[in-house]
Structures are given as C-alpha cells and as structure tokens.
T-cell receptor, first 109, second 115 residues
Framework: AQRVTQPEKLLSVFKGAPVELKCNYS??????LFWYVQYSRQRLQLLLR??SRESIKGFTADLNKGETSFHLKKPFAQEEDSAMYYC???????????FGQGTTLQVKP | NAGVMQNPRHLVRRRGQEARLRCSPM?????VYWYRQLPEEGLKFMVY????????ESGMPKERFSAEFPKEGPSILRIQQVVRGDSAAYFC?????????????FGQGTRLTVV
C-alpha cells in the first residue's frame, strides 16, 4: 500500500532550536517525495522536493530508502517557520500526490 | 498568472442542501486534483481529473459526491444532500502535466460548514 505517515501532530520548539519533522513512507518502487508548507490563512505551497536536493528557507530533507524516511530538518528554527507541514509522495502508478496527516510546527520566542 | 482560484472561500449550507465548489486551475494546467481536509486530519485525496475525464476517483465517497472538469470552465466538486460530516476544507490543486517532477499548485481552499 502507498502511504505517508507523519507521526507528530504538533511539534513545539523554541526559537533557535533545531527542528526535525518526521515523515515515513510506504511505496514499492522508486519514490518521489515532497514537503509542502501551509502558513496561517495561506495556501499550501511546495517547500522542497527530494529530487532537486535543494535547501529552501534553511530546510533540508534527505531521502533514506533503508529507513523509508524523508525527515525535514532545520538547524535553527525561526518564529516565521511556524506553519503546518505536509509530507507527500508522488504515486507514479496513479499520478496523484498522497499526503501525510501533517505536522503543526510551533516556534516559540 | 493568478494561481489556482477556488470559490467560494467560505460556504454555509443547511443539511440536505447542495454544495458546489469551483476550482479554476492555473493557466495552461490541464490536471486537477481535489483534496478534503477534515478537522484534526491531514489532506485526503478525493479525485483526479483531466479535461473532460475522471482519471482516479478512488477517494470520493460513492454517494452524493461528484466532480467534473469540462472542456470550458472551472472544475466543479458537487456534494448533494450535505450532512454535518461533510464540513471540511476542500482544496483543489492543478498541474501542467502528470509525471515525476511535476509540481502541483494549490488553491486557498473552500471551507464548507453544514449547519
């Protein structure tokens, strides 16, 4: 079964602390994974995709096929990072994006 | 390019009424996806459409829900005889094509409240 799991509903950290938002996936084949972010009262937007190996707003994510994970990390959290983060898997069989349950990141001053 | 436009932003319906949610994809995009976000839950896939075709409706409830994406005009998600459990945020996304490396762009969503 194709599935994305984000085990934490809420992650609360202080400004300047490291952040890791967990994402695990289940997919037979070569996965393509994304992180989307939804700031308060705004639409979902793409944060980064594993295939491009980029760093956006200081966030990085590494695909670990052995652990079937794609955790999102940032060394020093900022208050403006507070948002809802969704991990997503592209299903080549069906052409659709499968999302995890989302994790709310709260960065406290 | 105005991005993916959804309207209305907020919709209130009484139980038993019909709800029509509209999604205009980005210019040049022929693929549309609808997702539902229930309170305290993530985004659940509902349906994937291309112009005049339903490609995958595996996430759509079998009854009362339907979707279309006509040759001209926006994609419509229609919910007949709404019930309280239909209250949710409904998001539409569009992409230029299907395939790896294709980015999906989201609308701001329609928040449906059934009273």
């Amino acid at each position: 079964a194709q599935r994305v799991t984000q085990p934490e509903k809420l992650l609360s950290v202080f400004k300047g602390a490291p952040v890791e938002l967990k994402c695990n996936y289940s997919y037979s084949g070569s996965p393509e994974l994304f992180w989307y972010v939804q700031y308060s009262r705004q639409r979902l937007q793409l944060l980064l995709r594993h295939i491009s190996r980029e760093s956006i707003k200081g966030f990085t994510a590494d695909l670990n096929k052995g652990e079937t994970s794609f955790h999102l990390k940032k060394p020093f959290a900022q208050e403006e990072d507070s948002a809802m983060y969704y991990c997503a898997l592209y299903s080549g069989n069906t052409g659709k994006l499968i999302f995890g349950q989302g994790t709310t990141l709260q960065v406290k001053p | 390019n105005a991005g993916v436009m959804q309207n209305p932003r907020h919709l209130v319906r009484r139980r038993g009424q019909e709800a029509r949610l509209r999604c205009s994809p980005m210019k040049g995009h022929s693929h549309v996806y609808w997702y539902r976000q229930l309170p305290e839950e993530g985004l659940k896939f509902m349906v994937y459409l291309q112009k005049e075709n339903i490609i995958d409706e595996s996430g759509m409830p079998k009854e009362r829900f339907s979707a279309e994406f006509p040759k001209e005009g926006p994609s419509i998600l229609r919910i007949q005889q709404v019930v309280r459990g239909d209250s949710a945020a409904y998001f539409c996304a569009s992409s230029r094509e299907q395939g790896r490396n294709t980015e999906a762009f989201f609308g701001q969503g329609t928040r449906l409240t059934v009273v």
